[in-house]
């Protein structure tokens, strides 16, 4: 059968209509798919606020990250053989011991069994502390550098870092505090001594900072010694701060079980 000039016409008319509907339908799904990916996964969550799947996923903060939170800037070092934690107004490094919790989450205790970190299964830190003892929520703010301290120091670093302890304790007591090793330094028990020094100062400075000056008052001089178990005792004047080299940096006592010891 022919077809007629102005039939052909019309048929070529009605296929290129039916082309550009079937491509406005398709483009339309298309749309509507990616809508429906930016939707919240349910009610719920939009309710709540939750993220959906994808955004859940997101990247993961790097091993040593920095974060910021209403009480301040500090770096946490998972990269370490023991999670470390240090505020940026501060020269301690705090040894963490994880702890599962519910939901997932993960909670990293100081020396003392206290709540210091918590990250939750979908990544968000809080930040526990006197000032914030429910807890704050912390931002990623950055890669960091390693917080742990070097395998080794000289003896004349080790000496520089416990005259400078020295100094800090002496100022916040308003008067000469000095500073001693029980044992003979080694160099697999340097990085140690030096640690134990620093705390002990930062105990010093934190008691100042409270006005507890009857329990600065007690003490005379530093002894740092050597232990099985890390640990802090008061004994006619001197403060005797046991460190363990076997347990690494977590060897030694927190300023926080250091103050708790000043002020029995």
Do not use: C
């Not at 039939?7 to 398709?26: H, K, N, P, S, V």
């Not at 606020?49 to 990250?65: D, H, I, L, S, Y």
């Not at 914030?132 to 000289?154: E, K, W, Y």
């Not at 002894?223 to 690494?248: F, H, N, R, V």
């Amino acid at each position: 059968m022919r077809l007629r000039k102005a039939e052909f016409g019309d048929l070529g008319a009605r296929a290129a209509l039916t082309i550009a509907t079937l491509t406005l339908m398709m483009g339309a799904l298309a749309a509507g798919s990616a809508t429906a990916q930016q939707l919240p996964h349910s009610l719920k969550d939009a309710l709540l606020g939750r993220k959906g799947p994808a955004e859940a996923r997101r990247a993961a903060p790097p091993p040593v990250a920095r974060y910021v939170s209403e009480t301040g800037a500090f770096v946490f070092d998972q990269a370490a053989p023991q999670p470390l934690l240090k505020f940026s107004n501060s020269a301690e490094v705090w040894v963490l011991s994880p702890q599962p919790a519910s939901r997932g989450d993960v909670i990293y205790r100081n020396d003392l069994g206290e709540p210091v970190l918590r990250v939750t299964k979908l990544g968000g830190v809080i930040l526990f502390t006197d000032d914030a003892p429910m807890g704050a929520a912390a931002a990623f703010s950055g890669r960091a550098s390693s917080i742990q301290p070097p395998s080794v120091l000289s003896i004349g670093a080790l000496f520089q870092r416990l005259a400078l302890a020295a100094d800090r304790a002496s100022r916040a007591a308003q008067r000469q505090i000095g500073f001693f090793t029980v044992q003979d330094a080694r160099p697999e028990t340097s990085v140690l001594i030096a640690d134990s020094a620093t705390v002990a100062a930062e105990a010093f400075e934190r008691a100042a900072r409270r006005g507890d000056r009857s329990s600065l008052a007690k003490i005379a001089r530093v002894l740092l010694a050597e232990g099985a178990k890390p640990g802090a005792q008061m004994k006619d004047g001197s403060l005797i701060i046991t460190y363990a080299p076997d347990d690494g940096l977590a060897g030694r006592p927190s300023s926080k079980r250091i103050i708790k010891v000043m002020n029995r």
